[in-house]
């Protein structure tokens, strides 16, 4: 009897330093939500500026597991695959503390039966890429119980773009600006000067 409790008691912590220390892994997670996306200027967004309508419930004829644990949903972006080719650090980890591919927040709201839904406004610190969106379900304990996408297995369909102009893009646009002017500046002021000393030898 003692060594089943010492057992139990040895797998129970055994679980917990797993789960905390490790994670939660994405293929011990059950589909049960229902999740869409869809934006009103097609499927081209612009970092900064567009928005995105994603709607999520849970699956009423999933065949088993029920949403009775679930008190958080958190809204991801994900990259899809076309975005993740020659990007390591972009493709998907069984181990969500390391999965990298939805590493985009969009919002964590307290959980729902009914049907919800969320307007989001593109960041502006999103890369340009094809995404898809993934709505996590968290226990009490903020552990992944469950999951949904607004597209298939493959992550293939209902793909959209975002299109943003980085940092970088920005500081040379900045410079381009700043080198203009001072071309212009300098121009006129070269075409000024010869002018004055035109008039200095006409005088003379």
Known sequence: MEFYGGFVVGYLVFSCFAATCYGVTFSSLQRTLIVSASSPKGHVLNAGEDQLTIKWEFNQTFPTGTD??????????CYAPISQKDRPWRKSVDDLNKDKTCQHKI??????PSNNSFTWTVGTDVPKATYFVRAYALDEREMQVGYG????????T????????????VSLDIASVCFSVFSVVS??????MEKRKGNVTEKK
């Open 68 to 77: 009775s644990t679930y008190k958080t949903i958190k809204l991801k972006l």
């Open 107 to 112: 919002v964590a709201k307290p959980y729902a």
């Open 149 to 156: 996408q607004n597209t298939n297995a493959n992550k293939s």
């Open 158 to 169: 209902d793909l959209f773009d975002v299109r943003a102009i980085s940092g970088r893009r």
């Open 187 to 192: 121009l006129a002021s070269f075409f000024y």
